[in-house]
């Protein structure tokens, strides 16, 4: 029992970790170089980690959340037919419509 405790607590360190080195860096950029363009660049790069580590534990409540959706999505799939959409083989050309002007 003790191993199985001691494996889980490693990985939330190491992600952890990763999270303030890349802010530091940036925050150094930014001083020499425009800081909207670079604010904006660090700010998806540090929410990364975050978002990488939040959907394990959420797999649960979406794979029970897409069962509901199906069923209001039905009434809408029947709609008008589109125009441009290609429903079957092209007619057959008339005969000389080559010659024609």
């Known amino acids: 029992a003790p191993e199985a405790v001691a494996a889980p607590a490693p990985e939330p360190e190491p992600e952890a970790t990763p999270e303030p080195e890349p802010v530091v860096v940036v925050a150094e950029e930014p001083a ?3 800081k909207r363009s670079r604010s904006r660049k660090a700010a998806p790069a540090a929410e990364a980690p975050e978002v990488v580590a939040a959907p394990e534990p959420e797999p649960v409540v979406e794979a029970v959340a897409p069962a509901p959706e199906p069923e209001p999505e039905a009434p809408a799939a029947p709609r008008a037919p589109d125009p441009n959409e290609i429903s079957g ?6 005969r000389g419509w080559w010659r024609r002007g």
Do not use: E, F, N, T
């Open 32 to 34: 020499a170089k425009p």
């Open 89 to 94: 083989p092209a007619p057959a050309p008339k």
